[in-house]
């Protein structure tokens, strides 16, 4: 059973368009949402999350949006760079005491030049 | 520099053999992860520790071992009960208590077992 579920495993855009990447979870618990990127044979690096309490969150050219009600959210790029060409994964916290994440299987992200 | 390091960044093993991955933290965080990836698969928790001498199992702990004798290492060891231990394995660590939900991660190893 996929709490977290990232429905596109890859999208492609035009550098300095938007990207938006889309996830959507099932668990109605989860009160926490972060956002990870990763490039291959490194780890995950931390980008953006927010928390069940707002509705978006902002920070520079990354802006994450939260729908409760949908039990969606997605991460806005703009303007898109190559550079962040990469596998985005999406991950929820249940809170509480329990630090634990679910991720999702990751959307791989192509800026083209 | 603060960070987490795990190593070797490349490890091959033997099928039958135990093979224990090092993941070590100078973040001063409580809570120490495990996870490993295969394509197309996210990321799996395997294991985790919130504080020392305490572990718990994560969604796929069969075949695998964990100690936490020190707050700055979360050793894994991949055992010969594993049935499919070659993956990517990342360790991450994080804060506790409220808003400390952010995990860092380390370079990860990958694991090849013949």
């Known amino acids: 059973d996929q709490q977290v579920k990232q429905n596109s495993p890859s999208l492609s855009v035009q550098e300095g368009r938007i990207s938006i990447l889309n996830c959507d979870y099932t668990n109605s618990m989860f009160d926490y949402f972060l956002w990870y990127k990763k490039y291959p044979a490194e780890g995950p690096t931390f980008l953006i999350s927010?928390?069940?309490?707002?509705d978006k969150n902002e920070d520079g050219r990354f802006t994450v949006f939260l729908n409760k009600s949908a039990k969606h959210l997605s991460l806005h790029i703009v303007p898109s760079q190559p550079g962040d060409s990469a596998v985005y994964f999406c991950?929820?916290?249940?809170?509480?005491?329990?630090?634990?994440?679910?991720f999702g299987k990751g959307t791989l992200l192509t800026v083209n030049p | 520099d603060g960070g987490i390091t795990q190593s070797p960044k490349y490890l091959f093993r033997k099928e039958g053999q135990n093979v224990t991955l090092s993941c070590e933290q100078n973040?001063?965080?409580?809570?120490m992860y495990w996870y490993r990836q295969d394509p197309g698969q996210g990321l799996r928790l395997i294991y985790y520790s919130q504080i020392v001498n305490d572990f718990q199992k994560g969604d796929i702990a069969e075949g695998y071992s964990v100690s936490r004798e020190k707050k700055e290492s979360f050793p894994l060891t991949v055992t010969s009960a594993q049935k499919n231990p070659t993956a990517f394995y990342l360790c991450?660590?994080?804060?506790?208590?409220?808003?400390?939900?952010?995990?860092?991660f380390g370079p990860g190893t990958r694991l090849t077992v013949t």
């Open positions: 991450a660590s994080s804060l506790t208590g409220s808003h400390s939900y952010e995990q860092y």
């Open positions: 991950a929820a916290s249940g809170g509480g005491s329990n630090y634990k994440l679910t």
């Open positions: 927010i928390s069940s309490i707002k």
């Open positions: 973040l001063n965080h409580d809570a």
